[in-house]
């Protein structure tokens, strides 16, 4: 089924989420949300929000001790780097904000002293051990090729507080249309 006949093709930006599309057969990106971080002639990288590891921060930085905030994993680039996206400019210092409410952090030894000094809440932040990138032109092709679905401007809710498991079909709906449809997809195809 083409459910992407009549679409225009959307120029994604920085804070706009990434949806794949409901059978995208790479299992990387499977039934994903990615909140794109960067997009420009450099090319593209982002977050995967709803993809959660088995690991825990405290699990993976000694100095996180007690900060048992679930690290998820981001995309298949660099899954030795760890990322947080936080919500909390006045506690945490960042030089990008991404969209209205959501920052992508970058000073982790401030970060580290905000956790142990319990100045941040586990709720603020959001971890990711590697991220999803694409070389300019790379993302393009991919939506001219329908594997994702544009939801212009991420909100801190959608970020932050949505159940990953339940993200992917909340962003559809939140789309309204054609794409509250998209969102009762069955997994496999076989079981409509």
């Known amino acids: 089924m083409d459910y992407f006949a009549t679409d225009q093709l959307i120029e994604p930006e920085k804070g706009d989420l990434l949806i794949s599309e409901p059978y995208l057969p790479d299992p990387n990106f499977e039934r994903t949300v990615i909140l794109l971080c960067e997009h420009d002639e450099n090319g593209s990288f982002g977050f995967v929000l709803n993809k959660p590891s088995n690991s825990g921060l405290s699990e993976l930085i000694e100095e996180a001790e007690g900060f048992d905030s679930t690290v998820y994993v981001g995309g298949p680039v660099q899954q030795n780097t760890l990322h947080f996206l ?107």
Do not use: C
């Open 86 to 192: 936080h919500k909390s400019p006045n506690k945490l210092a960042s030089d990008k904000e991404i969209v209205n409410g959501v920052y992508w952090g970058v000073d982790f030894d401030n970060l580290l002293t905000s956790i142990n000094t319990k100045v941040v809440d586990e709720n603020d932040l959001k971890f990711f051990i590697g991220y999803s990138g694409w070389s300019d032109g790379q993302l393009l092709d991919e939506l001219k090729a329908k594997s994702w679905i544009v939801y212009k401007k991420a909100t801190p809710e959608l970020v932050f507080d949505m159940n990953p498991e339940e993200l992917w079909r909340e962003a559809l709906q939140n789309m309204g249309g054609k794409y509250r449809v998209i969102s009762n997809y069955p997994t496999d195809p076989r079981l409509n």
